[in-house]
């Protein structure tokens, strides 16, 4: 069972949130207000996930996820209703291990929990072409990409895997959109991963937005 902390200025959004977590088996372990409680609460309760809104009063998310970051702690969802390139840029920088839009559908919200629990990450695809934009700050330098392109260490396979995270499919769809099994193509991420010294599929998307050829650009 995968523990969350809610960190969220509105108390109908939290509420409505756990509503939603325990009802689909997840354990929601407190809720915060604003960045600063948020970041106390994920080192006293060691969440699995701790998901947390951006703009809040007082500490917002982007300096709790930094805070959270600092000391090492529990990976961290942002979930918001903002798009903007500005605060996807900011999450990246802080730390952020997710990004996912509020107007999401419940099933999003939930899988993009599991990934990030799991270590995987997780990019909402309305918010990729912002992704996109901020390739140039990424919080790490790009991994050193063989020439010529398509990069020797990856597989064919492997690359038709990461230009579908590009495009913002989750594991389950680019399972689907490549007849695969769900367990193959996270085995095939796993290896991408470690091949290019990357830690997860953010840095995967912004990889691959960074050193793909145009035409190879969803």
Known sequence: MRTVLLVDDYGAVRAGLRLLLEASGLSVLGE????????????ALRPDVVLMDVRMPGTDGIEGTRLIAEQA?????????????????????????????KTAEA??????????????????????????????????PPAV?????????LTPRELDVFALFADGLSNRAV????????????????????????????????????????????
């Open 32 to 43: 915060a207000s604003d960045g600063a409680t948020g970041a106390t609460m994920a080192r």
């Open 73 to 101: 702690g529990p990976p961290v969802l942002m979930l918001t209703t903002f798009d903007l390139e500005e605060s996807v840029a900011a999450a990246i920088r802080a730390g952020a291990a997710g990004y996912v839009l």
């Open 107 to 140: 099933e999003r919200i939930l899988e993009a929990i599991e990934e990030v629990g799991a270590g995987r990450g997780f990019v909402d695809p309305a918010v990729v072409p912002a992704l996109f934009r901020t390739a140039a700050q990424a919080t790490r």
């Open 145 to 153: 990409v063989p020439s010529p392109w398509p990069p020797a260490d």
């Open 175 to 218: 399972a689907r959109e490549l007849g695969l099994a769900e367990t193959t193509v996270k085995s095939h991420v796993s290896s991408a991963l470690a091949k290019l010294g990357l830690d997860s599929r953010v840095q995967a998307a912004l990889w691959f937005a960074e050193h793909a050829p145009r035409e190879e650009r969803p």
